[in-house]
């Protein structure tokens, strides 16, 4: 890695993992727990009754996905999330960019239902959700059809013995690079600073990615178009300090 470095001890301090070793990422668990507390009654109908109709269905082996069909009008342009938590980010999003169509995925039973009921609040249709590992879905997408990737907060394994179940690893950048347009973003958000020093170690490597930085201000600071989530707002409240990476897909 090369150009300015948002993990100096001076700025933000030492994280656990900043010693990692280079791992061969298995297609292993990457998320935590599925399930909470229960749900409050209100809260499970509205997932029971509105899920069904956001919800994405895993295509049959061999077939292609097109995102773009999965919206009821023609939409300009379609973001991922992956890990939307509880949804604050991505329905903020979808609400501020109706013509462009959302997909989000979440393992975590009371983020999928967060993220239901602020869409059905708001009236949005174009989110739909994938409310399991993302994974085996991304293979079925087709090359260049997405214009943004977010993995904002990711569970950053900290432990080096589960560095192969954190999101940004090698061969999901692979992935990610293959379904990226030419000059798309791919923004990675966290507050461990171990989990930054492995996402830039690893996607300033890759030959499909840039990372746009060119002052201390685009990392320290929120993109312009940043929404902030829950989990943020009790980091910022704890004293840790979020750092933000955008990547553009470099030209095929």
Known sequence: MTGPDPTGA?????????SAPSVRTEDVRFYGRRKGKPLRAGRRAVLD???PDLAIAMPEDGQTLDPQAL???PVRAVWLEIGFGGGEHL????????DVGFIGGEVFEYGVAKLVAAVDEAGLSNVRVYPEDIRPLLAHLPDACLDRIFVLFPDPWPKSRHAKRRMIAPRRLDVFARLLVDGGLLRVASDDMGYIRW????ACSHAAFAWTARRADDWR????DHIRTRYETKALEDGRRPI??????RPR
């Open 10 to 18: 001076d700025d933000t301090g030492a994280g656990a993992s900043a």
């Open 49 to 51: 009754s509105r899920l």
């Open 71 to 73: 919206f009821p009008a």
């Open 91 to 98: 329905a903020g999003q979808a609400a501020a960019h109706p």
């Open 199 to 202: 996402t830039l170690r690893h």
């Open 221 to 224: 600071q929120p993109p312009a």
């Open 244 to 249: 933000f990476l955008d990547f553009q897909r």
